[in-house]
């Protein structure tokens, strides 16, 4: 059993700054590729930026540049760290992982959710 567990949001002004946390537990053989996606209410789920193993990342048009992703592979958490937030970043964000487990089956996780509030 594999679960991913987010921490770190909150509300903050704008202009701000706020760290997201999303760690991977259970039998893991390996951790692939961990993301960020975040969701408002009425709206589809979108992608915030993802990062691989090996530490190549990508970013949407939206967060490029004030926004950072980054991960430790020792510890299977992945962060995003998120500056210069505005009151459109206000959303619930997602943790996803792309997981090899322990009995060598390949799956998509997701965690249950952080809410970022930004209030302008």
């Known amino acids: 059993q594999v679960q991913l567990v987010e921490s770190g949001g909150g509300l903050v002004q704008a202009g701000g700054s706020l760290r997201l946390s999303c760690t991977a537990s259970?039998?893991?053989?390996?951790?692939?590729?961990m993301g960020w996606y975040r969701q408002v209410p009425g709206k589809q789920r979108e992608l915030v930026a993802t990062?691989?193993?090996?530490?190549?990342?990508s970013y949407s048009d939206s967060v490029r540049g004030r926004f950072t992703i980054s991960r430790d592979n020792a510890k299977n958490t992945v962060y995003l760290q998120m500056n210069s937030l505005k009151p459109e970043d206000t959303a619930v964000y997602y943790c996803?992982?792309?997981?090899?487990?322990?009995?060598?089956?390949?799956?998509?996780?997701w965690g249950r959710g952080t809410q970022v509030t930004v209030s302008s």
């Open positions: 259970g039998s893991i053989f390996r951790v692939n590729i």
């Open positions: 990062i691989s193993s090996a530490g190549s990342t």
């Open positions: 996803n992982a792309d997981i090899l487990n322990g009995w060598s089956v390949r799956d998509n996780y």
